[in-house]
């Protein structure tokens, strides 16, 4: 029987050898673990990249995939086409509720304006939150002498990374910001832009955006005060999570603060963390 194709000439079915090859490639190079569950949202994503490439069908693209060739080229295409990118500003309210609240305070207290806060933000996919957070500590430089911030926001996928780097949105994605802040950090598009919002350059320059893939090795000059990272760890096995959380650990300053999404646990994990708000710890 002749395999169905789709417009373009694509055969439309992933086959599960080809599927497999394709999980234990992505797990290796990025830590996300596909189920076998995954396999029709992995064959309608890759569809696309398949007519973009010119290429018949799923096994030619596995047989390109793992060439040395396609290896180098392919690899963070394939990357941005298993990545999931649901973001938006001010999400999981609390977090930043804590953050002004406890942390900040906290920090203040413990070093003074002596050190700027170092916060990163860890998987910030299209720039949501760490433009939210940039806001935030913004707010509260103004009204607290001698604070200063640094804010890192990394991402294992380019393509995000750029929208983000831009700082430009539709302007109903703004719609949880305030009045208040929008005329402070925001500039609404006008004539063939109209319908977008775009960060002041003065906000776009707080923040220092870096591809990064935590499978490979990272380190930094000076421990981190602050990360986030939310919504990330619930796509790795519980063996991957532990070991990233741990390296987290390594990169946080005594008495800085890990906050994890709302959906994610690590309830089990012999980590130094203490709990002080849900889904928010101390390293201790």
Known sequence: MAR????????????????KQLAEFIYAECGIKLPQAKKTMLEARLHKRLRELDMPDYASYCQYLFSPLGQERELISLIDVVTTNTTEFFREPKHFEVLCAKVLPGHMRRVGPAQPLRLWSA??????????????LSEHASQTPGFRFSILATDISTRVLERAMRGIYPAERADCISMD?????????????????????DVRALIDFQRMNFMEE?????RMHVIFCRNVIIYFDRQTQHGLL??????????????????????????????????VYRRV
């Open 4 to 19: 169905a194709e789709a417009p373009g000439g694509v055969r439309q079915t992933l086959a599960d050898r080809e599927f």
């Open 123 to 136: 998987g910030c996919s299209t720039g949501e939150e760490p433009y939210t957070l940039a806001m935030v």
């Open 181 to 201: 802040l929008k005329k402070r950090y925001m500039l609404r598009g006008k004539n063939r832009c109209s319908g977008l919002v775009r960060f002041t350059r």
């Open 218 to 222: 990272f380190s930094f000059q000076k």
């Open 246 to 279: 741990s390296r987290f650990c390594q990169c946080l300053e005594s008495g800085g603060h890990l906050f994890i999404g709302h959906s994610e646990s690590i309830t089990g994990m012999d980590l130094p963390l203490e709990q002080v708000a849900p889904t």
